[in-house]
């Protein structure tokens, strides 16, 4: 599963390449872990998860990195931008406007706004 969760994921960040060097036997069950509860799909598609994903990123402030990484993904898997910005709106009430804004800022990167 580990060469095909980095497909799965449909992005690779400098933690994962560190993880995966350091401590293999350990990033093999995060990778269980990341498709039981990310990349595989049960009762929510993809294109769902990712908009959680970002929303969720998004208001706990996460790196633009890794907020972008799941725009990216978002769009490859049927997103569209509006539906985006559609979710990263639905943050403002409940985290205020600066998790929106933080969203908006990987949006608008990825998409050239």
């Given amino acids: 599963m580990e060469n095909n969760q980095d497909n799965n994921r449909g ?3 400098e933690m994962h390449q560190i993880m995966k060097t350091q401590d293999p036997v350990w990033f093999e ?6 498709y039981a509860t990310y990349t595989g ?3 929510l598609d993809r294109k769902t998860k990712e908009l959680i994903q970002i929303t969720v990123e998004a208001a706990l402030k996460a790196d633009m990195e890794q907020i972008q990484a799941h725009v990216k993904v978002a769009l490859q898997v049927g997103a569209t931008a509006e539906e985006i910005l559609e979710a990263l709106q639905c943050v403002v009430a409940p985290m205020g406007a600066l998790a929106f804004r933080r969203g908006l800022q990987a949006l608008s990167a ?3 706004w």
């Fill in 110 to 112: 990825e998409v050239g």
């Fill in 11 to 13: 992005y690779t960040l």
């Fill in 41 to 43: 799909e049960r009762t």
């Fill in 29 to 34: 069950k995060y990778n269980e872990f990341i």
